[in-house]
């Protein structure tokens, strides 16, 4: 079954002042990365946005309708609505493609049309709480789309993974008292966002391993294979989401984790693995960080390029 | 924290590279730290944390001096010197 890949020139839309690292370049990266010969398999499919209302499902619906409020209405002008996070005339119209492309991923890969799904999407979603947007976040796109699959295909149980570099507050701080998604994540400690110690378990629902900075492939090896896989089978879920973040590669300037492109793909191997056992091997990958423009599209490449070996 | 502001941490002494590095521990815990300087505030409170463990070192190497030269043959107590071939 072919992996379908969500890129839309839409999220190079969403602007930021000069110097900031979560820029558009991102997606371009990626984009040249994924267009090589070998991912000639993938079917690409561009964004749809979607609605406030979807959004409030991970969402205090105030919060929504003061985003779209923030946003300037000239299109030069970039406005800053937290210490990193800033919004332009599209911002709003950029984020609710983010989700909606998480939530059309959901929707492809639950009714069967496709085993997996990668979103190249930005802003990304993970730091965003249900009230506040954070670390150059607007919507939690990863909790928005685990909704989708619960509220629209019926799933019980949705694991979201999150190997992105930093610890997803946002993600743990929506599901925290939510049993029917697990949140699994490893992530430098301390860092960034200064949540995600062992000790934060939710209701049973919250899986941290913190990594020590300059710890690399034998310690993220550990984590995944002795703590998030075993939380991962013991949960059964019906759909595993990728918090995708790459910024716990060795290039990455915002981090001190050594990561390469090969300890991605083989993470990801690994879900497919517990995908395939418990989950038809549902799996729907969404971007978050990676500030290194060569460390990011070769490691989105070894992860999509994994994907599709399903 | 103005980062163009801060001393050379090799010229810091031991009291003030600990309290730097436990208000910067104090921050990253608190979410204070806007993400994007994150990592240049977590390499200065690594840099603290590197030239404390040092100190802490030089001190116990003098501690160690002293306690073996009232052992037997008293030979002072000048710091020992780092250089120096054991």
């Given at each position: 079954m072919p992996t379908l890949l969500v890129q839309d020139p839409i999220f190079t839309q969403h602007l930021v002042p000069p110097g900031h690292p979560e820029r558009p370049d991102r997606i371009r990266a990626i984009e040249k990365a994924l267009s090589a010969e070998r991912f000639a398999g993938l079917t690409r499919r561009p964004a749809v946005a979607t609605t406030a209302e979807v959004i409030a499902t991970a969402h205090r619906e105030s919060y929504v309708e003061e985003v779209a409020a923030a946003s300037p209405d000239d299109a030069s002008e970039i406005v800053q609505i937290e210490a990193d996070?800033?919004?332009?005339?599209?911002?709003?119209?950029?984020?609710?493609?983010?989700?909606?492309?998480?939530?059309?991923?959901?929707?492809?890969?639950?009714?069967?049309?496709?085993?997996?799904?990668?979103?190249?999407?930005r802003p990304p979603?993970?730091?965003?709480?249900?009230?506040?947007?954070?670390?150059?976040?607007?919507?939690?796109?990863?909790?928005?789309?685990?909704?989708?699959?619960q509220r629209v295909h019926g799933a019980e149980r949705v694991?979201?993974?999150?190997?992105?570099?930093?610890?997803?507050?946002?993600?743990q701080a929506i599901v925290w008292d939510d049993p029917s998604i697990l949140y699994a994540s490893t992530h430098q400690m301390p860092l960034y966002p200064g949540t995600g110690a062992p000790s934060e378990t939710g209701c049973?629902?919250?899986?941290?391993?913190p990594l020590a900075a300059e710890s690399g492939s034998p310690e993220f090896e550990a984590a995944f294979g002795e703590r998030i896989l075993p939380a991962l089978n013991a949960f059964v879920p019906d759909l595993i989401i990728i918090s995708a973040g790459f910024d716990a590669h060795w290039r990455d300037p915002l981090a001190n984790i050594n990561l390469?492109?090969?300890?991605?793909?083989?993470?990801?191997?690994?879900?497919?693995?517990?995908?395939t056992?418990?989950?038809?091997?549902?799996?729907?990958?969404?971007?978050?960080?990676?500030?290194?423009?060569?460390?990011?599209?070769?490691?989105?490449?070894?992860?999509?390029?994994?994907?599709?070996t399903a | 924290m103005a980062e163009t502001d801060l001393k050379p941490v090799e010229e810091m002494t031991f009291e003030a590279a600990l309290k730097e590095l436990e208000q910067i521990v104090n921050r990253l815990e608190r979410g204070e730290v806007p993400l994007a300087e994150s990592i240049v505030i977590y390499e200065r409170g690594d840099a603290l944390k590197k030239h404390c463990d040092a100190l802490l070192k030089q001190a116990e190497a003098r501690v160690e001096k002293i306690r073996v030269g009232a052992d037997g043959k008293p030979t002072g107590t000048e710091p020992l010197d780092d250089d120096t071939p054991f």
């Amino acid at each position: 079954m072919p992996t379908l890949l969500v890129q839309d020139p839409i999220f190079t839309q969403h602007l930021v002042p000069p110097g900031h690292p979560e820029r558009p370049d991102r997606i371009r990266a990626i984009e040249k990365a994924l267009s090589a010969e070998r991912f000639a398999g993938l079917t690409r499919r561009p964004a749809v946005a979607t609605t406030a209302e979807v959004i409030a499902t991970a969402h205090r619906e105030s919060y929504v309708e003061e985003v779209a409020a923030a946003s300037p209405d000239d299109a030069s002008e970039i406005v800053q609505i937290e210490a990193d996070t800033y919004l332009c005339a599209m911002s709003y119209e950029v984020a609710l493609k983010a989700a909606g492309a998480a939530c059309l991923a959901v929707d492809a890969v639950m009714g069967g049309e496709f085993a997996n799904a990668f979103c190249a999407i930005r802003p990304p979603g993970h730091h965003a709480e249900g009230d506040r947007p954070m670390g150059f976040c607007l919507f939690n796109n990863a909790v928005i789309a685990a909704r989708q699959a619960q509220r629209v295909h019926g799933a019980e149980r949705v694991a979201i993974v999150d190997w992105d570099v930093h610890h997803g507050n946002g993600t743990q701080a929506i599901v925290w008292d939510d049993p029917s998604i697990l949140y699994a994540s490893t992530h430098q400690m301390p860092l960034y966002p200064g949540t995600g110690a062992p000790s934060e378990t939710g209701c049973g629902n919250i899986v941290n391993v913190p990594l020590a900075a300059e710890s690399g492939s034998p310690e993220f090896e550990a984590a995944f294979g002795e703590r998030i896989l075993p939380a991962l089978n013991a949960f059964v879920p019906d759909l595993i989401i990728i918090s995708a973040g790459f910024d716990a590669h060795w290039r990455d300037p915002l981090a001190n984790i050594n990561l390469s492109e090969s300890d991605f793909a083989q993470a990801t191997e690994q879900l497919m693995e517990v995908a395939t056992r418990h989950a038809g091997g549902k799996i729907v990958s969404l971007l978050e960080g990676g500030y290194d423009l060569t460390g990011l599209s070769e490691s989105a490449a070894a992860h999509v390029a994994t994907l599709m070996t399903a | 924290m103005a980062e163009t502001d801060l001393k050379p941490v090799e010229e810091m002494t031991f009291e003030a590279a600990l309290k730097e590095l436990e208000q910067i521990v104090n921050r990253l815990e608190r979410g204070e730290v806007p993400l994007a300087e994150s990592i240049v505030i977590y390499e200065r409170g690594d840099a603290l944390k590197k030239h404390c463990d040092a100190l802490l070192k030089q001190a116990e190497a003098r501690v160690e001096k002293i306690r073996v030269g009232a052992d037997g043959k008293p030979t002072g107590t000048e710091p020992l010197d780092d250089d120096t071939p054991f």
